[in-house]
């Protein structure tokens, strides 16, 4: 059975549906770089071993990454999972991770990278919006897609709502991806693209505003 490890930096809502899951892996343990985040009062209450590496006690984010690596070995992790980490990694530590982190990420990449996703789909005035899970490379926030949900971004929609459903979808989506890379049914290639192994899976039109 695979080794994973997630990293948190506050609430935690997508480790809460991973760890609710039952996922054919070990959870090894939660780390956050917030002694503060209060998922991780979700883990320990499951029995799930945590770790806090707080970047406020390494002068540069080297140290920090080289801290924060140690103590991930000591897990053994198979898959780094990152779930609401709020740090950007260096790329030694995303290099040493290669093709076993992942990340969630707020928008339908490769649009919207970085931060405040919600606002600025809403300012586009965009018709569908929705997240992203997929490989870390040092490219921030642009490694290869494992799955993506899509939502029509509705009239009145604010910045709260949105995320809200988004929110629901990452919830539903982050735990399909852990499944499939822990099964063996997806994976990183050498050449960087993800290889899906399940035989035509099958997809559905978004169409936003809905046809009449
Ligand atoms: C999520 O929206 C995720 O996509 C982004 O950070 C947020 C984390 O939320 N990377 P939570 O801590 O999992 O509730």
Not at 34 to 39: E, L, N, Q, R, V
Not at 56 to 59: M, S, T
Not at 198 to 201: G, M
């Given at each position: 059975m695979k080794n994973i490890v997630i990293l948190i930096s506050g609430r935690g809502s997508n480790m809460q549906a991973l760890l609710s899951?039952?996922?054919?892996?070990?959870?090894a343990a939660v780390i956050s770089n917030?002694?503060?985040?209060?998922?991780l009062a979700f883990a320990q209450a499951r029995g799930i071993p945590t770790a806090v590496v707080s970047h406020?006690?390494?002068?540069d984010r080297e140290s920090f990454d080289a801290a924060l690596a140690a103590v991930i070995d000591n897990f053994k992790p198979d898959l780094l999972i990152l779930?609401?980490?709020m740090r950007i990694l260096t790329p030694g530590f995303v290099a040493h991770y290669q093709g076993r982190l992942i990340n969630i990420h707020p928008?339908?990449?490769?649009?919207?990278?970085?931060?405040?996703t919600h606002a600025r789909a809403l300012k586009d005035g965009v018709k569908i919006h929705g997240c992203t899970v997929h490989f870390v490379t040092p490219d921030l926030d642009h490694g290869p897609v494992i799955i993506q949900a899509a939502i029509p971004v509705l009239t009145g929609d604010t910045e709260h709502t949105l995320a809200a459903r988004i929110l629901h979808e990452e919830h539903r989506i982050f735990p399909q991806a852990v499944r499939w890379l822990c099964s063996g049914q997806v994976e990183l290639a050498e050449d960087g693209r993800v290889i899906d192994h399940?035989?035509?899976?099958p997809g559905i039109a978004l169409i936003s505003p809905a046809l009449d």
């Open positions: 899951a039952n996922l054919n892996c070990n959870i917030k002694a503060d985040a209060t998922g406020r006690d390494h002068p779930a609401g980490f928008s339908l990449l490769p649009a919207y990278t970085g931060l405040h399940r035989r035509n899976p």
